[in-house]
């Protein structure tokens, strides 16, 4: 069993940037590869970014070069770095974890967090 707990959500101006964190409990977090999905009011869940296990990485076409997903398996901890921020980005972030890698993008992943709020305003 994998928790997953999200932190760093918040409001931010267009053009701005928010660092959002998760952090999962257990000592098998390196044997995962993790992602971030989103949900807007009214939309279905999406995949945003993905990271393997040995740091390989993929994102949606609507987040390259804006957004960077990273880990730290020293602090069980997954990073999304989310630059020049956009009002379609808000949404309900999720990370997630799965041991699937390529296909995280169409296969629910094995474990959910609860979801921190991003908010970017026009």
């Known amino acids: 069993q994998v928790q997953l707990v999200e932190s760093g959500g918040g409001l931010v101006q267009a053009g701005g940037s928010l660092r959002l964190s998760c952090v999962a409990s257990?000592?098998?977090?390196?044997?995962?590869?993790m992602g971030w999905f989103r949900q807007a009011p009214g939309m279905e869940r999406e995949f945003v970014a993905a990271?393997?296990?040995?740091?390989?990485?993929y994102y949606t076409d609507s987040v390259k070069g804006r957004f960077t997903i990273s880990r730290d398996n020293a602090k069980n901890t997954v990073f999304l770095q989310m630059n020049s921020l956009e009002p379609e980005d808000t949404a309900v972030y999720y990370c997630?974890?799965?041991?699937?890698?390529?296909?995280?993008?169409?296969?629910?992943?094995?474990?959910w967090g609860q979801g921190t709020q991003v908010t970017v305003s026009s």
């Open positions: 997630a974890a799965s041991t699937m890698f390529q296909t995280m993008n169409s296969i629910n992943p094995n474990y």
């Open positions: 257990g000592r098998t977090f390196s044997s995962y590869n």
């Open positions: 990271i393997s296990r040995s740091n390989n990485t």
